[in-house]
C-alpha cells in the first residue's frame, strides 16, 4: 500500500512539474516576442549630431529669422502651421489636430528609431525620441516593431524586405504615394529615391478621392486579425503637393472629449484639407504629436502617451 502511494505521489509531482515547465516556456514564449527587446540594428544619430540643441536653436532666433509660438513656427525653410478642430458635442464630440507643413528641403523631414534601434519590442515615447533628435515637430510612426513583415525603409535604407500590404513611401523630390508592397520592389522603390516607407494602412486617399470602403480593413495585432472600425485615435498623413503636408492627429476614447473618428471619417478629414494622397499610421493609445517640446494632444484622451517603435519628424 505505501508502494503503490509513494508511486501516485510520483506520478503527481512529475505532473506538476511537466505542467510548471510547459507554462514557464509558454510565459517565456510569449515574453520573447512580446516583451523582450531584439536589436537588429543600432542605428547611428549622425544627422542629428552637429544639430544645435533646442535651446541654441532658440537663441540663435534672430538670426535665422525664425518666428514661433504655441502653434506655429516659420524659418526660411519650413512652415509649421497647427491647430486644434472641435466638433460635435457630448458623447458625439471629436477633438483632432492639423499640422499643415511646407518644406523648402524634403531632407528635413526625417525618421527615427527607438533607442536609435531597429527590432522587435523596443519602443520609447514619441515626445522621447523627439527630443533625442532635436525634433520642432513630430509624429508617431507605423509601430513597425510590432509585426515581422511589412517594407521598411527609413533615411534612405532598407531594414526589412517582406511585401505584404499596402504602404506609404515618402520620396526625394517631396512627394508621397500609395503602392502595394507585393507589386513593387524595394529595389525598385531605393531606385526611384524613396526615403521612408510605412507598412501600416489603410490607403485614405489616393489620386485625390477617398478610397472605396474600409468595411472590411483588419489589423493583424497580438492574436489573430482586429477591426481597426469603429470610432478610435488615428494618425496620418497627407499631401497637398510636393512638400507640402498635412499631419492629422485625432483623440478619442474620452466622454465629452473626443470619441475619436472612423476610417471613412478621417479619410474624408484629409479629402477636405485637398490632400492628393493620404494614409493611416498606428492609431490607439499611439496617437500622438509633439511639437516644440510638448505633446500636443491628449494621447487616447489621457495624458500619458504610449511607448512606439517610430517617430515621422521634422528638424532643421
Do not use: W
Given at each position: 500500500?505505501?508502494?503503490?502511494?509513494?508511486?501516485?505521489?510520483?506520478?503527481?509531482?512529475?505532473?506538476?512539474?511537466?505542467?510548471i515547465l510547459l507554462?514557464?516556456?509558454?510565459?517565456?514564449?510569449?515574453?520573447?516576442?512580446?516583451?523582450?527587446?531584439?536589436?537588429?540594428?543600432?542605428?547611428?544619430?549622425?544627422?542629428?549630431?552637429?544639430?544645435?540643441?533646442?535651446?541654441?536653436a532658440v537663441e540663435e532666433d534672430t538670426e535665422q529669422q525664425v518666428q514661433q509660438d504655441d502653434w506655429s513656427y516659420k524659418s526660411a525653410s519650413t512652415s509649421i502651421q497647427i491647430e486644434k478642430v472641435e466638433t460635435g458635442s457630448?458623447?458625439?464630440?471629436?477633438?483632432?489636430?492639423?499640422a499643415d507643413v511646407?518644406?523648402?528641403?524634403?531632407?528635413?523631414l526625417q525618421a527615427a528609431f527607438a533607442k536609435n534601434s531597429f527590432g522587435r519590442n523596443?519602443?520609447?515615447?514619441?515626445?522621447?525620441?523627439?527630443?533625442?533628435?532635436?525634433?520642432?515637430?513630430?509624429i508617431n510612426g507605423d509601430y513597425y516593431g510590432f509585426r515581422d513583415d511589412g517594407v521598411i525603409i527609413r533615411n534612405g535604407t532598407l531594414y526589412r524586405d517582406e511585401p505584404v500590404r499596402d504602404a506609404l513611401a515618402l520620396?526625394?523630390?517631396?512627394?508621397?504615394?500609395?503602392?502595394?508592397?507585393?507589386?513593387?520592389?524595394?529595389?525598385?522603390?531605393?531606385?526611384?529615391?524613396?526615403l521612408h516607407t510605412y507598412s501600416f494602412g489603410p490607403i485614405l486617399v489616393k489620386d485625390g478621392a477617398v478610397a472605396d470602403d474600409f468595411s472590411k480593413v483588419a489589423i493583424d495585432k497580438n492574436f489573430g486579425n482586429r477591426s481597426i472600425q469603429g470610432s478610435n485615435p488615428r494618425t496620418g498623413v497627407g499631401m497637398i503637393s510636393p512638400n507640402h503636408y498635412v499631419f492629422v492627429v485625432v483623440d478619442g476614447r474620452k466622454d465629452n472629449y473626443s470619441k475619436g473618428m472612423t476610417l471613412a471619417e478621417f479619410a474624408n478629414v484629409f479629402a477636405e484639407l485637398g490632400a492628393a494622397e493620404a494614409y493611416n499610421l498606428d492609431g490607439g493609445g499611439s496617437s500622438t504629436m509633439y511639437f516644440m517640446g510638448r505633446v500636443v494632444n491628449s494621447p487616447a484622451g489621457k495624458e500619458q502617451e504610449r511607448g512606439v517603435s517610430d517617430i515621422l519628424y521634422i528638424s532643421e
Open positions: 500500500m505505501d508502494i503503490i502511494k509513494l508511486t501516485k505521489r510520483k506520478k503527481l509531482g512529475l505532473l506538476i512539474t511537466a505542467l507554462v514557464s516556456c509558454i510565459l517565456y514564449s510569449l515574453a520573447d516576442r512580446y516583451l523582450i527587446e531584439h536589436v537588429e540594428v543600432r542605428v547611428a544619430n549622425e544627422v542629428d549630431q552637429n544639430k544645435p540643441t533646442a535651446d541654441a457630448g458623447s458625439d464630440k471629436i477633438t483632432y489636430f492639423v511646407q518644406l523648402t528641403e524634403t531632407s528635413v523596443i519602443i520609447e515615447k514619441t515626445s522621447t525620441i523627439a527630443a533625442e533628435h532635436n525634433a520642432i515637430f513630430a520620396l526625394s523630390d517631396g512627394s508621397i504615394k500609395s503602392y502595394n508592397e507585393e507589386q513593387l520592389s524595394s529595389s525598385a522603390l531605393l531606385a526611384e529615391g524613396v
